[in-house]
């Protein structure tokens, strides 16, 4: 069953997030499976995955979700991705920078039947923030004046 959800994965990155055959999700996702990224919950079932993926490409149209790294034991998958894209929209209140951006993230899924019964997402939203200038990057936070 391993190597039938990794295939079921790749296509979901594949079609719905990158190439975005939204009917993709239906077919995948089951329809209590809850979508977490980090401690955020971003809803349930193939809606949420339809709306993170508006809210993601809202804000960066050319997105494209790269699977590095993919390992599976019986109905549960982890993965290794990185994402890339151009800062064109909107995204989380900050207006388009055009900054071209590349982070990491890592994700979970338990499968059931082909299924995915449960995604827990974990991206670099913090790197992602700092590239396009909403979160101070560390070597530009100014030094604490002394006392």
Same mark, same amino acid.
């Given at each position: 069953?391993?190597?039938?959800? !990794? ?17 993709? &999700? ?23 995955? !339809? ?20 390992? &599976?034991?019986?109905? !549960? ?37 082909? !299924? ?32």
């Amino acid at each position: 069953m391993s190597e039938e959800n !990794k295939a079921v994965l790749r296509r979901f990155y594949d079609e719905f997030f990158n190439s975005g055959n939204l009917d993709v &999700a239906d077919e995948i996702i089951g329809p209590d499976c809850p979508l977490y990224f980090g401690s955020m919950f971003m809803g349930t079932g193939p809606e949420a995955f !339809k709306q993170t993926r508006a809210m993601m490409h809202g804000g960066f149209p050319d997105l494209h979700l790269t699977i590095e790294e993919m390992v &599976a034991e019986g109905e !549960k998958v982890a993965e290794r991705l990185s994402a890339r894209g151009t800062h064109e929209g909107e995204f989380m209140g900050v207006a388009p920078t055009g900054k071209r951006i590349e982070w990491q993230g890592q994700a979970f899924f338990h499968f059931s039947e082909g !299924k995915v019964l449960e995604c827990r997402g974990m991206p670099d939203m913090l790197g992602l923030l700092q590239q396009i200038g909403a979160v101070p990057a560390p070597e530009q936070t100014e030094e604490a004046s002394p006392t």
